[in-house]
C-alpha cells in the first residue's frame, strides 16, 4: 500500500531553492499531522518541519527561516519550499504522517554543490 509519494528534489547550487512536493492517501492527509523527514548518507532519518490538519507548523532549529511547509487540502498534497540551500542540507527527503507510518516512501533526493 502506497502512502506518500514524494517529487522535486534534484542538484541545486548552494544558495539555491527548491520546493518538495508530496501527494498522500486521502485518509492520511485527512486525519494526521504530517511532516517532512530527511536522512543524510550514514546518519537517521530526522523530522525537519511539520504541519497539522489546522495548518499549524513547526520546524527543525537548522531549518527555521530557510524551509517553510505547506499544505493543499484540496489536493492531499504537501510542499516544503526550501531556500538558501546549503551543502548540509544534501539528503534524501521524505514525507509521512507524524509519528510516522509504514511504509516509507521513496523520497526524493535533494543534493546542494558548494
Known amino acids: 500500500q502506497v502512502l506518500v509519494v514524494e517529487s522535486g528534489g534534484g542538484l541545486v547550487q548552494s544558495g539555491g531553492s527548491l520546493r518538495l512536493s508530496c501527494v498522500a492517501n486521502?485518509?492520511?492527509?485527512?486525519?494526521?499531522?504530517l511532516g517532512w523527514y530527511r536522512q543524510a548518507p550514514g546518519k537517521q532519518r530526522v523530522m525537519i518541519a511539520v504541519?497539522?490538519?489546522?495548518?499549524?507548523?513547526n520546524y527543525a532549529d537548522f531549518v527555521k527561516g530557510r524551509f517553510a511547509i505547506s499544505r493543499d487540502n484540496a489536493k492531499h498534497m504537501v510542499y516544503l519550499q526550501m531556500n538558501s540551500l546549503k551543502p548540509g542540507d544534501t539528503a534524501n527527503y521524505y514525507c509521512?504522517?507524524?509519528?510516522?507510518?509504514?511504509?516509507w516512501g521513496q523520497g526524493t533526493q535533494v543534493t546542494v554543490s558548494s
Open positions: 486521502e485518509s492520511i492527509f485527512s486525519t494526521y499531522t
Open positions: 504541519i497539522t490538519t489546522r495548518g499549524n507548523t
Open positions: 509521512n504522517a507524524v509519528p510516522p507510518l509504514t511504509p
